[in-house]
Nanobody, 119 residues
Framework: QVQLEESGGGLVQPGGSLRLPCAAAGSIFSINDMGWYRQAPGKQRELVAGISSYGRTYYADSVKGRFTISRDNAKNTVYLQMNSLKPEDTAVYYC?????????????WGQGTQVTVSS
């Protein structure tokens, strides 16, 4: 049984910052890619940022220069540091991890955390 637990969401003013951690727990042999998607009301889920097991990163154009993804492999945790937040960053943020729990890699998802950017 593998679970991803997210935290760190909330209400922040434009220009503010938030840090979202997402920890994987359970019977984990290895983790490949980790990352974050988000979904705003009335919009499709979009990939925000991803990070490979050796640290290669990907960012959506809309967050480049403002968001930073990182991971702590010893803690099976991925982080999303969000700076210079804008109202258009308002969404539910979902983390994912590609985890081998014994047979093959499968993608697991967090429960989602709400981020609201508003004055």
């Amino acid at each position: 049984q593998v679970q991803l637990e997210e935290s760190g969401g909330g209400l922040v003013q434009p220009g503010g910052s938030l840090r979202l951690p997402c920890a994987a727990a359970g019977s984990i042999f290895s983790i490949n890619d980790m990352g974050w998607y988000r979904q705003a009301p009335g919009k499709q889920r979009e990939l925000v940022a991803g990070i490979s097991s050796y640290g290669r990163t990907y960012y959506a154009d809309s967050v480049k220069g403002r968001f930073t993804i990182s991971r702590d492999n010893a803690k099976n945790t991925v982080y999303l540091q969000m700076n210079s937040l804008k109202p258009e960053d308002t969404a539910v943020y979902y983390c994912y991890s590609d985890i081998n729990a014994g047979l093959e890699y499968e993608r697991y998802w967090g429960q989602g955390t709400q981020v609201t950017v508003s004055s």
